[in-house]
């Protein structure tokens, strides 16, 4: 079993920065790819970014691209993934979930494991 844990979500007003983590438990096949979600009220959860153990390969959803960065570490075993997220918008307010799985995808029902979440508010 793979448990992730997400920190860093708060409030900020537009324009300003914030950096997400979430610390993977260990690494598993099942878990090689670790991404971001996010999920607003009344709305259906989106994909934000994705990336490999290996760094090899990302993706960014269309409305974050150029302001958001996704970075993976690997220490001791655990992963850790990062979201840089820069110039936030009102928009972006959302509950954020790290999530991983085999393979990435912007498909949610294709990861196996979930994290409990992290509000992130921007206000204008």
């Known amino acids: 079993q793979v448990q992730l844990v997400e920190s860093g979500g708060g409030s900020v007003q537009a324009g300003g920065s914030l950096r997400l983590s979430c610390v993977s438990s260990?690494?598993?096949?099942?878990?090689?790819?670790m991404g971001w979600f996010r999920q607003a009220p009344g709305k259906e959860r989106e994909a934000v970014a994705g990336?490999?153990?290996?760094?090899?390969?990302?993706?960014?959803a269309d409305s974050v691209k150029g302001r958001f960065t996704i970075s993976r570490s690997r220490y001791n075993a655990k992963n850790t993934v990062y979201l840089q997220m820069n110039s936030l918008k009102p928009e972006d307010t959302a509950m954020y979930y790290c999530?991983?799985?085999?393979?990435?995808?912007?498909?949610?029902?294709?990861?196996?494991?979930w994290g409990q979440g992290t509000q992130v508010t921007v206000s204008s």
């Open positions: 999530a991983a799985a085999g393979r990435c995808s912007a498909n949610p029902q294709r990861y196996n494991y």
């Open positions: 260990r690494y598993t096949y099942s878990s090689d790819c």
């Open positions: 990336i490999y153990t290996d760094n090899t390969s990302t993706y960014y």
